[in-house]
């Protein structure tokens, strides 16, 4: 089938299956985490907030420097030592728990720790898809990534609602730790030589060299200027999910794993649909998508009831996806492979190293005006600007045509089919 294309390479096959158990054992984690937080601190959205700032802090520090690395080392030695180091994380945590001698500190310092092996994951991660498939299946098996991520994003919430309800909180984190050994075993039974490595760069690579590549290029700025707003503003499910399940409509830990698994199940089918791209979008089809997205989370913070939020997040869900996948591959499509490494590693900055500040900033909405509003004025946030990158877009395209030609993307014939 062309949806599975992909998976006719066998080391994609193989990392494909470890990411799904890897994945749904982080998804358990998350869930667990956000659970431990609330019950440490009386159901707290500021101390929600803090954790989740924590984890993602790193992501805003260091990314760039994880590009970096992605560009001059053997990514699949670098997802190796992420994944272990990231597995002994879990384990830690998850011990003191079981030995109830867990506090609130140890919680974010987990939480940084973890966001700091995330710098270098993230980016390299992204990066080696295209290293195992080649530039013709990048689409597809990007697709395809965020598919088996929303798979294990309505598995793992699901499952841990289930298992912290029948074992507890310590049970989840210890089998997220075991979960990573998948990512590990792919990884080493992948065959090297059929990987599509770059050549290895004449000059030091340097984090300076990718962020002038990214300002020369206004076809890959704006989707970047507008991932980085929709990051700060309206990514926040984490935060807002756990706060809405809790406070507003005084629910369990299973109520809170169906909302997550409502959004991500929207996700799969979005992820699902764009597995069918062949070639790079347009700037209409990202900004489309976000103006989407933005009205579809306005309404799921205005829904009136559990089953219409329920609802809502699965079509919220689809528009999430489809506007990140839409820029993912804007971006990464209509990037030079040598720089890959750095400009994903930027993405993953603009797209989720702002979370911290999004977090604090919705983590205090959250306090002073419910759970609602961190979605609702997330929502509006996006669409005004979604609307904002339409203008910008459009003046762009008015511009005479000496101008528009300095702004076109010098490789977009290259990728369209």
């Known amino acids: 089938m062309q949806t599975f294309r992909s998976l006719a390479v066998r080391n994609f096959r193989l990392f494909t299956a470890g990411q799904v158990v890897s994945v749904a054992g982080?998804?358990?984690?998350?869930?667990?985490?956000?659970?431990?937080?609330?019950?440490?601190?009386?159901?707290?959205?500021?101390?929600?907030?803090?954790?989740?700032?924590l984890q993602f802090t790193p992501l805003l520090l260091l990314t760039l420097y994880g590009g970096r690395l992605a560009d001059r080392h053997d990514k699949r030695l670098l997802l190796t030592v992420a994944n272990v180091t990231s597995g002994l994380l879990a384990l830690l945590l998850g011990l003191l728990v079981l030995g109830g001698r867990a506090e609130l500190w140890q919680a974010y310092l987990f939480a940084l720790g973890l966001g700091t092996v995330n710098a270098?994951?993230?980016?390299?991660?992204?990066?080696?898809?295209?290293?195992?498939?080649?530039?013709?299946?990048?689409?597809n098996a990007s697709a395809l990534s965020a598919a088996y991520f929303n798979v294990a994003r309505v598995v793992g919430p699901a499952l841990a609602g289930l298992l912290i309800s029948s074992f507890g909180i310590g049970q989840?984190?210890?089998?997220?730790?075991?979960?990573?050994?998948?990512?590990?075993v792919a990884l080493r039974m992948m065959r090297p030589g059929e990987l599509h490595r770059a050549p290895r760069p004449a000059s030091r690579a340097r984090v300076v060299d990718g962020l002038r590549h990214v300002r020369g290029r206004p076809d890959l700025m704006l989707p970047l200027a507008l991932v980085a707003v929709i990051g700060v503003f309206g990514f926040n499910f984490q935060l807002t999910l756990p706060l809405l399940a809790k406070t507003e409509f005084?629910?369990?830990v299973s109520a809170f794993g169906l909302?997550?698994?409502?959004?991500?199940?929207?996700?799969?089918?979005?992820a699902f649909v764009t597995t069918a791209r062949r070639g790079r979008?347009?700037?209409?089809?990202?900004?489309v998508a976000a103006l989407g997205f933005g009205v579809l989370e306005t309404a799921t913070g205005l829904a009136p009831s559990y089953a219409a939020v329920v609802v809502l997040l699965v079509l919220t869900g689809f528009a999430t996806v489809w506007f990140a996948q839409a820029a993912n591959h804007r971006i990464q499509l209509g990037t030079d492979t040598e720089f890959r490494g750095r400009v994903m590693?930027?993405?993953t900055l603009v797209f989720q190293g702002s979370t911290p500040l999004g977090a604090l900033f919705v983590g205090r909405l959250s306090e002073e005006a419910g759970a609602r509003s961190g979605l609702y004025v997330g929502?509006?946030?996006?669409?005004?600007?979604?609307?904002?990158a339409l203008a910008v877009d459009r003046a762009a395209r008015q511009r005479p045509a000496s101008d528009a030609h300095a702004d076109a993307d010098p490789v977009e014939h290259t990728v369209q089919t």
Do not use: K
Request: aromatic share 6%; hydrophobic share 60%; charged share 10%.
């Open 172 to 184: 989840v984190m210890a089998l997220n730790a075991l979960s990573y050994a998948a990512t590990v």
């Open 259 to 270: 909302l997550t698994a409502a959004l991500a199940a929207g996700s799969l089918a979005a």
């Open 120 to 139: 270098l994951e993230i980016p390299t991660r992204m990066a080696f898809v295209s290293e195992m498939v080649g530039a013709e299946l990048l689409p």
């Open 345 to 347: 590693a930027l993405y």
């Open 281 to 287: 979008p347009t700037s209409r089809t990202v900004l």
């Open 250 to 252: 005084h629910s369990d």
């Open 26 to 53: 982080t998804w358990m984690m998350v869930v667990a985490q956000d659970w431990l937080v609330l019950s440490l601190t009386d159901d707290s959205a500021t101390a929600l907030g803090i954790v989740t700032a």
């Open 379 to 388: 929502g509006l946030v996006s669409c005004a600007a979604a609307v904002a």
